[in-house]
T-cell receptor
Framework: QKEVEQNSGPLSVPEGAIASLNCTYSDRGSQSFFWYRQYSGKSPELIMS????GDKEDGRFTAQLNKASQYVSLLIRDSQPSDSATYLCAAWRGNTDKLIFGTGTRLQVFP | SQTIHQWPATLVQPVGSPLSLECTVE??????LYWYRQAAGRGLQLLFYSVGIGQISSEVPQNLSASRPQDRQFILSSKKLLLSDSGFYLC???????????FGSGTRLTVV
């Protein structure tokens, strides 16, 4: 079992719809979780962090965390073609200095 | 504010040649530093990380090595490149354990 798992996609949504990206993790010691956006050929960019159970909103993005279910999600409201990218979920591995990444979900937003 | 510099942006090297990629961070002290590799269409593979000068942890046995000669400088090296070393190399830093990384712009290495 991978430490951080994501569906590779692609996830295709029409412009203006809500995109829902999901991630599960296996290390119950993980306390910090992150979503990165990576455009093709570019480096990952941190877009959301979440540390507590519940929802965290930032503009069109909402991160959700459920530690009991070991589940993290990212909602993108009013999706735009410019949101088309690969989204990487990441979790800090317990009491270490390492961030563990999932393999990413490719999102395609079509006009 | 903190910035991370990584160079070169692209590199084409013949098999068997040496490699040196450099990463520097500005605006912070004693950062944690990381080297990742991303093969085409694949996820991020952690290669090395460092929590201080001269302290290097290797995640994957391979023909690569890393060094941290100064607090904010992290170098990835190889004595002899293999075709399988091709990929997108990313340097990253973090200030605090548990905080998100910031990535450099990456080096796309093609070994021919």
């Amino acid at each position: 079992q991978k430490e951080v798992e994501q569906n590779s996609g692609p996830l295709s949504v029409p412009e203006g719809a809500i995109a829902s990206l999901n991630c599960t993790y296996s290390d119950r010691g993980s306390q910090s979780f992150f979503w990165y956006r990576q455009y093709s050929g570019k480096s990952p960019e941190l877009i959301m962090s979440i540390y507590s159970n519940g929802d965290k909103e930032d503009g069109r993005f909402t991160a959700q965390l459920n530690k009991a279910s070991q589940y993290v999600s990212l909602l993108i409201r009013d999706s735009q073609p410019s949101d088309s990218a690969t989204y990487l979920c990441a979790a800090w591995r317990g009491n270490t200095d390492k961030l563990i990444f999932g393999t990413g979900t490719r999102l395609q937003v079509f006009p | 504010s903190q910035t991370i510099h990584q160079w070169p942006a692209t590199l084409v090297q013949p098999v068997g040649s040496p490699l040196s990629l450099e990463c520097t961070v500005e605006g912070t002290s004693n950062p944690n530093l990381y080297w990742y590799r991303q093969a085409a269409g694949r996820g991020l593979q952690l290669l090395f990380y460092s929590v201080g000068i001269g302290q290097i942890s290797s995640e994957v046995p391979q023909n690569l090595s890393a060094s941290r000669p100064q607090d904010r400088q992290f170098i990835l090296s190889s004595k002899k490149l293999l075709l399988s070393d091709s990929g997108f190399y990313l340097c990253a830093w973090s200030d605090i354990r548990g905080d998100g990384y910031t990535f450099g712009s990456g080096t796309r290495l093609t070994v021919v």
